[in-house]
Structure formats: C-alpha cells, structure tokens
C-alpha cells in the first residue's frame, strides 16, 4: 500500500477567516458565483437568487460566517448559527474555480472547531435531495444522514437533515476496534486539506500508524506524516491549523517534530510533521511497511493492543506504556527490513 501523495501539488497556501459586515459584497459575489449553475435547476428556488449585500449585512448582525480562500480573493464562504446547543450550518459557497481543492472541508473543519469551542454537541446541516453530490460530500466527511424533511408549500420531501457530533466526552477512552476500510478515505479526504494548509512546503504526506495497516484492530485515529522542505517554517502554519480544529503542540517530545492533534478527548486525526530527510519519517515509514509486509507480526501488535485496552480503558498512559515494548522491537527489526530491501 503506498499512501504517500507526491507530485504537484498547490502552490496556494489556505487562509481562513471570520467574515464582518464589511465582506457583505465579497460574500455576496462568492454566493452568486457558486449557485448560478443551480438557477432554473433547484426546486424550490434558492434563496440565494435573491440575496443582497443589506440582507447579508443585516443577517451577520445576527450569526457569523467565515470566508476561505488561497490567494488575494476569497473562494469560499459559509454561515453558522448557535440554537439548542448545535451549531446550524447553511450558505456553504465555493466559488467554481476553487472546488475540489478542499476549500469546503476547510470551511466545515473552521465551524465544527467552533463548535467544540462553544460547547455544542453537534454541527447540524440541511441538503437538497437534488444534490447528491453535496450529500456525499458531506458523508465523506462525517456527516449522517438524520432524515427527510420538507420546505414550506410542499408535500413530498425536498431536503436531507444531516448532522455531526463533535461534542467532547468527560474523558479519553481507550477505543480499540476492528479495521476499517473508511480509515483509509478519512486519511485521503484530511491529507487533500492538509495539502492546501501546507502548499508548496510540502513535499510528500503520508498515512501512518495502526489505521494505515490493513486488517489489524487500532484506536479510530488517522495518523498522517506530511514531510516538509523546512521543518523550521511550518510554525507559521500554527493559526491556520487551529482555525481548522487541530492543536498546536509544537515538538511534543520528538525533536525536529510539529504534532497537531484534532478533536480533543474525541480524538480523529493526529498530524505529525517532519522535514523529509528526518530519520523519524522513515522509522514510521519502515514500522508501516514491516507490518504491512509480515501480517503475522501485525497480528500481533494488534492482539497485544486489544488486550491492554482491556485491562486499562481509561488509562491511556498505561496503555500506551504497554506498547512500547513490543513497538521498540518491531521498529528494529523494520528499520533492517527496509535497509535490506532497499539495498542499503
């Protein structure tokens, strides 16, 4: 399995921000832009035909929005708004140039990290049953679906009800479960908005850890490896990073690491950040592979993990102390595996 995405990759780098009254005509633009293909196609009619930049204005004295992009304009735009402890997501725009480049991920990710910050226990959305590419964007993500539901004036079903939690549990949990083959599409959906963080400083991004082996049981968090021409630069990328919902940490005990861990108690995604001639990144990289190579040893791993979860569900330290044994081992024995294979 390789997991690495090399190559081109975007020269923008993503910024994101809250919106002000003042952006009335910038998200006034961006609306107009992202539904205009939808005109004599949606039914009902979107609202955003008949948008103005007053009842945006007047509409951001009442909830907040935030406005995305990747170079000197705006590409993206969203609405939120705080009622019965979830936050109510609508008015998502992406201008046309600017889709499938993970500047709606982005703009998801700024409001569910609101969200968390706020206290809610969810994100709450609606899409139309038109748009079905909206709703497997949304699922890609983590949405569910809740059910259907009706605009005024009309009797059969017109729109979806989709939500995510995102509230924080009173502690960690150790959770071990079976594999999953969404880890791997979780890992490749989060990777693509890591690469529009990151731009041209990046220069492979990797999935790494227990999720990225096939088969074996693993905590449900995609740990990801991007590697970097300068590991010195990437602390300029710490606001961007909390914007999205992750953590900044900086080295956390690992010299010549960033680690940015997402999602609080209700952990999803771990990024550890190395310049690509680390020694680090290709420790993981061989411990990954080794696994991947010699299913038996896998097995094993993942047995030993199941049984300390067990024994300590709610002591993460012991857990992660019972492992390390057996993790510094297998490490040896995969750092010589990968310097006989690859001949050095």
Known sequence: ????????????????????VDDAPTLLTIIQQAYAHYRDFLDPPSGAFRETCAALAELLTRESAVL?????????????DLANGELYLHRMAVIPAARQQSVGHALVSYVEARARELGCARVRLGVRLQLPENQAFYARIGYAVLGPDTHPGYTRP????????VGEPPQHFVAVTPYDPS?????????????LVFGDELVAIHHIGSTSIPGIYA??????????????????FNPVMQALGYRALGEWGIPGRRYFPKGGNYRTHQVHVFQADNPDAERHLAFRDYLIAYPQKAWAYSDLKRRLAAVYPT?????????DALI??????????????AGV
């Not at 399995?1 to 002000?20: E, K, V, Y």
């Not at 002591?315 to 492992?323: I, R």
């Open 219 to 236: 905590k449900p968090v995609i740990d990801i490896m991007p590697l970097v021409r300068d590991i010195g630069a990437i602390d300029a």
């Open 183 to 195: 880890w791997h599409r979780q890992y490749v959906v989060e990777s693509r908005l890591l690469q």
């Open 328 to 341: 510094k081992q297998l490490e040896t024995e995969a750092v010589a595996w990968r310097s006989t294979v």
């Open 68 to 80: 995305a992009g990747t170079g000197a304009e705006a590409a993206g735009c969203v609405f939120y």
């Open 158 to 165: 017109t729109f979806l009800h989709m939500a995510k939690g």
């Open 1 to 20: 399995m390789n997991s690495a995405i090399n190559g081109a990759l975007p020269s923008g780098r993503l910024w994101i921000r809250p919106a002000t």
């Open 315 to 323: 002591n993460m330290d012991a857990y992660v102390a019972g492992k």
